[in-house]
């Protein structure tokens, strides 16, 4: 049990001055699982990224079975046994499973194998681990869970014994976390050490051996998770301060409709009816939540309400005016947020810098300007202020947003889509990927639009935060309105709904 097979004593790693890693020890045990925590930019991504070779650490030892290693790449890493899934995944989306296998495979195995072996192999491994795959399906044809049990499915294939998955279950939803840890217990079983990064607490506890938590670049903690580790322990660690997920119940109502769905058809990405007769209703200073199972149609609404996509039958109308299959330029002067789903593609230009990711919405706005022209001073402190009160964690606004960890970019979006005083918000997981401590304040912060009279539509795959921010919970099912169901509805009869499953009783329809 104490064998160790990764050890990494003092590893600093130094971007543009600034210490991303700041003399980091970190050791994994022989068939654990661990995790890593910290809040956003903390450094998990990168001490990891050093540990699979894509980083070359400024100072630093790395010891792998106890032996020590000098890991130039990937493909070095990968001969150690070191597999790494990342936040974002990697996958070639048009080719079948299989093929995207053997895109990788001349790392390890050098030898071309057929496309029928490898297929049978990763039958044989998706079987043992139960993981479900099968390797001649098209990766754009899978959901977000499956993908990523491919991804996994690869560093098996490939031979690792150590895996490293950067936040897995941060696009799953409760039921394919469950899962998931089902997948990951057998690999540990079957000898596999394992390090896990995520945000969510609960999830550490149920499924870690011991963890790790780093803070501003340092190590500041390690536990072995029993039965004395509670979520608020681990919080303080990473925070510094207890985060309370406790809102007040508003003291305001809401007011009259603000946006209002009739009868919506709209097609998915693959001609299929992603939405069947699909009605509801947002009122001013009313926050609805939308629970479902990803990939139920909620992506497709969103977009529907911002212009992306086209509505085949069915109408939309805001403050009674039609305003069906305008142009997504027309919903932004209309006042109408989005907070996408997908943050990576389509939320961030990453190659812009921060500054100017923040303003892209906004080049009419007269508080942005002085006379005709964007004032650079405004731009300036327009970041100045969203870096202040979201914690931004960058060098400066002229970085660009691809030099920001995973959080810090969601953050970026946020402060762009939040502080734009909307009269309307569609927000699709707005708190996917932060801390603690920013989903906390992202949440107030949906409460404080709501109480400005904004109308709301938050959509989240996480109950919990459903429950804290909404007025009233609408359910999807294979795009299907299920159910609407008040403040306070038990978790049991949400899940029922988001299952297909009808109430006892029915909810308010
Ligand atoms: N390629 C890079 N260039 C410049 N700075 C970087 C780069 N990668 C990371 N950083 C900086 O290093 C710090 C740590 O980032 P890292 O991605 O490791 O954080 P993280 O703990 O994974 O955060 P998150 O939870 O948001 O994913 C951040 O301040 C980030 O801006
Ligand atoms: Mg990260």
Not at 401 to 414: E, P, Y
Not at 421 to 442: F, M
């Amino acid at each position: 049990m104490d064998n160790l097979v990764v050890e990494m004593k003092g590893i600093t790693k130094v971007f543009g001055g600034v210490a991303a890693n700041d003399r980091v020890d970190f050791a994994l045990r022989e068939r654990s699982i661990h995790g890593l925590l910290g809040e956003n930019g903390a450094g998990k991504t990168t001490l990891m990224n050093v540990l699979y070779g894509l980083y070359r650490p400024e100072e630093g030892e790395i010891f792998i079975n106890g032996r020590k290693a000098h890991i130039n790449s990937p493909l070095e890493a990968i001969g150690l046994g070191i597999g790494m899934v990342h936040q974002h995944f990697m996958l070639c989306r048009p080719l079948t499973v299989v093929e995207n296998v053997m895109l990788g495979k001349r790392s390890r195995r050098g030898i071309l194998l057929d496309t029928k072996e490898t297929a049978s192999e990763l039958s044989a491994l998706s079987e043992k681990y139960h993981m479900g795959v099968d390797p001649y399906s098209r990766v754009w044809q899978l959901s977000i869970g499956e993908q990523q049990r491919v991804e996994i499915l690869t560093q098996l294939y490939m031979g690792c014994d150590i895996l490293i998955l950067d936040e897995p279950t941060a696009v799953l939803t409760p039921q394919e976390t469950e899962e998931f840890f089902r997948t990951l217990r057998r690999m540990r079983d079957d000898g596999k050490s394992i390090i896990l990064i995520t945000h969510k607490l609960e999830e550490i506890i149920s499924i870690v051996d011991e963890v790790t938590v780093l803070r501003d670049g340092k190590m500041i903690g390690h536990r072995v998770v029993g039965g004395d580790v509670s979520t608020s322990d681990l919080s303080r660690m990473m925070v510094g301060r207890d985060v309370l997920f406790d809102f007040p119940e508003p003291d305001t109502q809401p007011g009259e409709v603000k946006l209002s769905l009739k009868g919506i058809f709209a097609k998915n990405d693959k001609g299929v009816d992603a939405l069947s007769d699909f009605s509801l209703d947002i009122r001013r200073g009313e926050v609805v939540g939308l629970a479902g199972v990803d990939g139920n149609g909620q992506k497709e609404l969103c977009e529907v309400l911002t212009g992306m996509r086209r509505v085949t039958s069915g109408s939309i109308q805001l403050d009674g005016k039609d305003i069906t299959n305008r142009e997504p330029a027309f919903y932004i002067g209309q006042k109408i947020s989005h907070i996408p789903e997908d943050r990576h593609s389509t939320g961030l230009a990453i190659n812009w810098s921060l500054e100017k990711n923040l303003i892209v919405k906004r080049l009419e706005d007269r508080s942005l300007k002085r006379g005709p022209i964007i004032s650079t001073r405004k731009i300036r402190e327009n970041w100045e202020r969203a870096r202040s009160s979201y914690q931004i964690k960058a060098n400066g606004g002229s970085d660009r947003a691809r030099a920001l960890s995973g959080g810090n970019q969601q953050k970026v979006i946020l402060a762009r889509e939040l502080e734009s005083e909307p009269e309307v918000l569609i927000a699709n997981q707005p708190t996917r990927g932060l801390d603690v401590g920013a989903s906390e304040y992202v949440r107030s912060k949906i409460l404080q639009a709501r109480k400005k009279g904004t109308a709301v539509l938050v959509v989240s795959a996480d109950l919990e935060e459903i429950l804290q921010v909404s007025d009233r919970i609408a359910v999807i099912y294979d795009g299907r309105l299920m159910g609407i169901l008040p403040r306070g509805a038990s978790t049991m009869d949400i899940g029922t709904l988001m299952m297909g499953g009808k109430l006892e009783k029915g909810g308010e329809r």
